[in-house]
Nanobody, 119 residues
Framework: QVQLVESGGGLVQAGGSLRLSCAAS????????MGWYRQAPGKQRELVAA???????NYADSVKGRFTISRDNAKNTVYLQMNSLQPEDTAVYYC?????????????WGRGTQVTVSS
């Protein structure tokens, strides 16, 4: 079974930076897409950034120009570089892997890592 383990979260001052890592137990090339989601208390989980097999990337409008998603296939790891962090970025960040098969769509999730941005 696919395992996703996030790391790199923590407490940072506004304007600071963090880099999140998502280590997968299998080759990330086998996933149709991978992404980072976040969920703040009382809010819906939202897509922050995603990267597909062909390398195309999508970002939430709120993080464009500040966050960058990347991958290292040799290390089976996806990263989220977060710069110019603001208090509204505070949330639990989850790694997601998507696999499309003839039987349907399968989503795998990490346990999440807390990011807290102080003002």
């Amino acid at each position: 079974q696919v395992q996703l383990v996030e790391s790199g979260g923590g407490l940072v001052q506004a304007g600071g930076s963090l880099r999140l890592s998502c280590a997968a137990s299998t080759s990330i090339s086998s996933f149709n897409a991978m992404g980072w989601y976040r969920q703040a208390p009382g809010k819906q989980r939202e897509l922050v950034a995603a990267i597909s097999t062909d390398g195309s990337r999508n970002y939430a409008d709120s993080v464009k120009g500040r966050f960058t998603i990347s991958r290292d296939n040799a290390k089976n790891t996806v990263y989220l570089q977060m710069n110019s962090l603001q208090p509204e970025d505070t949330a639990v960040y989850y790694c997601n892997a998507l696999i499309n098969t003839r039987l349907g769509r399968f989503d795998y999730w990490g346990r999440g890592t807390q990011v807290t941005v102080s003002s």
